[in-house]
């Protein structure tokens, strides 16, 4: 990539701990966990009274009086209330986008500082009223006189009173993300058991983090909560290949994706701190890595062209190809686990000849990547994986782990709903 | 082909009820025999689509606005739904040999060659044709043609019709021809494709498309409708899965050509598993079918000009 006017560097991060869905934190609202996010955050750096540049970020599922999210929660910390906020969607890469183009704000020294992140709840998701209902009521909103008002509440039917709950189904087609994924790793070959052993290796190597401190000031608790809950450390391949197939089941004997290979539906918040170079050492602050680069992409999902959650894979080839970088300049790789079979499918198809050349347009395969260096202190099968919440915690982990190892790099893919995706690049100070 | 009887636009609840009767009186003339194929065809003046159907139609089908800047042409499904009460009002007369009712549409063809907007007044033309033998009974072809209002449809040419449909029925158990012996064509093995999609239909799918098309046939309406005209449970209209198939694929500049042929029909409340294919560069497949029994609903094409 062409010489950037300064850097852009991580100094850290804060979530709280990823809960399953109406679980610990099923009376919180996204308000509640990302303002706990960001408090953690402005406890540990010292960042009570301080005007930031921005605060960005937001989330999937949304309440519509929650239209101001981000800047309604960061007014609830004691940063400066002069400190700009606004919300960023894309779906599950809504915090990475986030991070990225704060990034790139300091990098053009529009901003010294920011916070990016996100947070999502299932437990407190906005549930609507029906079209039909809607219709009605404002009818009756636009109605001049009291009889024209009740007219139009006379066409109220019972069936129109259900309340209506945000669904987890792509608009265009219907079909959830889990069945998308099941057709992509159906058509990649992805075993059962190479999901099942990847899912193993995500909660030990979470459950290992842990152990060894590596989250502690990396995560604040909240809600009597210290630790991802959906953290399994017993788990094993033996256990897991006892589960029977949640998608996919129209494929029968080749139906591999069950409850413990796919991604649980959570609760949770994060956010990372970024800025200059100039500014980390003027408040003292430490200087974890670079944010370096990182990439968009979209495929064309609809009527099957390409996978559903396959858009990183083409994102990585250009932002590789920009930073003439190949998978074997980096140390660790942080590919987002929505299910087990995304991570084997992307990685399965940068190391085939045919779709790097035919459909990527490179000279050769991006190549396999080294599975010691793969989501090595977990990633969200274990984690859990609040939507808009998991490009902080990746960036923050990534940062961490790339901390004291200057020049080393580390790369992130994130897929997300809508045929979309991110790639991005770290580099360890 | 004689010149056409020029009828009022029909109204679809009369020509249900006449079906009824007629269900009632044999159309038959005698000993089921055909005495003459129906060369007369009938043409109605139709005002328009309107807005407000054409919205309506969006709100149940999905897509973009019908802004009239950038999404204008109305989608085929819609015209044949214009088009369907003049259809109607031609097998509901008594020189058509085949009862109302119990007649199964079998396939759809369309050429849609020009893009129709809402308030353009039409002239909706409706003939029979290749009335022929079919092991369940008798099949026939309604054409369905749309001309710009005010022209002379005598020596109008196929460059001046905007759209043509050609829908194939069954006339069940209605046997125009000698009965075919033993053939029974055996069911056609069927793998499904990776789908797509995934269609979930409420119980009241068909409702809400006879909301939008006025086709208000008992069959769709509901379990006890259905039950008495010898369904198990409510079906969806055919039309309606050609309009989810075709949703969001058509060309603003029309001159496409699409074609659906149904098999087993669709239950509701249900799921209908979908998968889009392309073929070449203008020409997709398609296919719907029972994602838990693997029976096919529909197969269908669209050929891009």
Known sequence: MAETPRDAVIIGGNRIPFARAHGAYAKSSNQDMLTSALNGLVARYGLQGEQLGAVAGGAVLKHSKNFNLVRESALGTPLDPKTPAYDVQMACATGTEAIGSLANKIKLGQIDSAIGGGVDSISDAPIVVSDQLRGILMEATRAKTAGQRLKALAKIRPAHLAPQAPGTGEPRTGLSMGEHMAVTANKWGITREEQDELAVASHRNLAAAYESGFFNDLISPFKGLSADNNMRADSSVDKLAKLSPVFGKDLGESATMTAANSTPLTDGASAVLLGSEEWADAHDLPKLANFVDYEQGAVDFVDGAEGLLMAPTYAAARMLKRNNLTFEDFEYFEIHEAFASTVLAQMKAWESEDFCRDVLGLDKPLGSIDRSKLNVNGSSLAAGHPFAATGGRIVATLAKLLYGKPGKRGFISVCAAGGQGITAIIEGR | ?305
């Open chain 2, 1 to 305: 082909m004689n010149e056409p009887i020029r009828i009022p636009l029909p109204k679809l609840s009369r020509l249900y009820q006449k079906a009824g009767l007629d269900a009632v009186r044999s159309k038959l003339a005698s000993a089921g025999r055909l005495t003459a194929f129906p060369e007369q065809s009938v043409v109605a003046d139709h005002p328009g689509i309107s807005d407000d159907q054409a919205e309506q139609y969006r709100r149940l089908l999905g897509g973009e606005a019908f802004d009239k800047a950038h999404r204008l042409s109305l989608p085929s499904v819609l015209l044949h739904i214009a088009g369907f009460p003049v259809q109607m009002a031609l097998m509901s007369r008594d020189a058509f040999p085949l009862p109302l009712m119990g007649m199964v549409h079998l396939s759809n063809e369309v050429l849609h060659s020009q893009p129709v907007g809402a308030g353009t007044p039409l002239q909706i033309l409706a003939r029979a044709d290749h009335f022929a033998p079919h092991r369940r009974g008798t099949q026939a072809d309604v054409i369905i043609e749309i001309y710009p209002a005010g022209m002379d449809i005598a020596t109008a040419g196929p460059a001046d019709c905007l759209y043509s449909s050609t829908s194939r029925y069954l006339g069940m158990g209605t046997y125009l021809f000698p009965k075919e012996e033993g053939s029974s064509s055996p069911r056609e093995d069927f793998t499904p494709p990776p789908k797509t999609a995934l269609w979930t239909l409420g119980s009241d799918a068909g409702r809400q498309y006879a909301a939008v098309s006025g086709d208000y046939n008992p069959i769709h309406l509901s379990g006890v409708t259905a039950k008495a005209l010898g369904q198990k449970r409510a079906i969806v209209h055919g039309m309606y899965l050609a309009a989810r198939m075709l949703e969001g694929r058509e060309p603003e500049s029309a001159g496409h050509r699409w074609d659906i042929t149904f098999e087993a029909p669709v239950g509701l409340p249900g799921k209908v598993a979908f998968a889009a294919e392309q073929v070449d560069e203008k020409t997709q497949q398609f296919v719907g079918w029972d994602p838990r029994k693997g029976r096919r609903h529909f197969s269908g094409k669209l050929a891009l000009p």
